[in-house]
Antibody, heavy 120, light 107 residues
């Protein structure tokens, strides 16, 4: 059974770096069959695709965040991570990780989400 | 980026009603569109992929249609557990973009 779980600080100060990890169970990140994605949802708002990564390290980022964004993968821990630098209050959101089955792209398994608040 | 719009933004319906939600893309996206259901405090759930393919385990009362720029999600007979917000997502080109959502609540 595939499961994803986000973890990381719930509070980040402005100008600092937001760091989250998604731990995956039930499937190996190095299986090569999936992409691993981050999506966020501002409070009371819609969904925004942040980007995703393939097990090989190939990444695809949303241009609106690309200058501040790093997504990486650690196959030895079966985890992938998100780092978003120079955060502001506008980065306050629930952050979800998800598995993407490609061609067609199906976001078929999601973590429960974690709220990150940017505030001093 | 491709812009996605949805209509209506919200609707009120009764159990047993047929419900139709529309999603429109700002340019043609073939059939590269998915539909997701989100309940309060929960992660989105995939219902439909490739515009009309039903995700495994999703009830057959959900169906999708369309290609190009215009797409539809239909719930043939609304059930109590279907009250939620529905989002479309285009996966035709980067960055992937979601529609703004359609909230379905109880009349």
């Amino acid at each position: 059974q595939v499961q994803l779980q986000e973890s990381g600080p719930g509070l980040v100060k402005p100008s600092q770096t937001l760091s989250l990890t998604c731990t995956v169970s039930g499937v190996s990140l190095s299986s090569g069959s999936y992409y691993w994605s981050w999506i966020r949802q501002h409070p009371g708002k819609g969904l925004e695709w942040i980007g995703y990564i393939y097990y090989s390290g190939n990444t695809y980022y949303n241009p609106s965040l690309e200058s501040r964004l790093t997504i990486s993968v650690d196959t030895s821990k079966n985890q992938f991570s998100l780092k978003l630098s120079s955060v502001t209050a506008a980065d306050t959101a629930v952050y979800y990780c998800a598995r993407v089955t490609p061609h067609p792209e199906e976001f078929d398994y999601w973590g429960q989400g974690t709220l990150v608040t940017v505030s001093s | 980026a491709i812009q996605m719009t949805q209509s209506p933004s919200s609707l009120s319906a009764s159990v047993g009603d047929r419900v139709t939600i529309t999603c429109r893309a700002s340019q043609g996206i073939r059939n590269d569109l998915g539909w997701y259901q989100q309940k309060p405090g929960k992660a989105p759930k995939l219902l439909i992929y490739a515009a009309s393919s039903l995700q495994s385990g999703v009830p057959s009362r959900f169906s999708g249609s369309g290609s190009g720029t215009d797409f539809t999600l239909t719930i043939s007979s609304l059930q109590p557990e279907d009250f939620a917000t529905y989002y479309c997502l285009q996966d035709y080109s980067y960055p992937f973009t979601f529609g703004p959502g359609t909230k379905v609540d109880i009349k």
